[in-house]
């Protein structure tokens, strides 16, 4: 059971991260919010980058807040992992 959990949160967690780096690589484009794949990108990313940004204060035309979310995402992972490992000991 703890292996299909591990598993499972490491895939969550890669999807979340790539997710946002898509988001972050089309942010350097002009792309119509119009289109589907874009507005599912966005209703996955924003809950996990509303509130960095809200805290971090873009920097000129730099926004660090992804690195802030990436950060994070990293660390409840491996919070996550953890916990499920001392409690299928």
């Known amino acids: 059971m703890a292996n299909f959990l ?9 999807i979340l991260i790539i997710a946002l780096f898509i988001r972050i690589l ?3 484009f002009r792309i ?3 289109n589907i794949f874009i507005q599912i990108l966005f209703n996955i990313t924003n809950p996990i980058l509303l ?6 204060p873009p920097l000129g035309m730099i926004d660090f ?3 802030a979310a990436f950060i994070a995402l990293e660390i ?3 919070l996550l ?5 001392l409690i299928f000991k």
């Open 32 to 34: 119509s919010e119009d």
């Open 76 to 78: 409840v992972r491996e």
């Open 6 to 14: 591990t598993l499972f949160i490491d895939i969550f967690f890669n």
């Open 65 to 67: 807040s992804p690195i």
């Open 26 to 28: 089309l942010s350097w």
């Open 81 to 85: 992992i953890f916990a499920i490992r």
């Open 51 to 56: 509130p960095f940004q809200k805290i971090i």
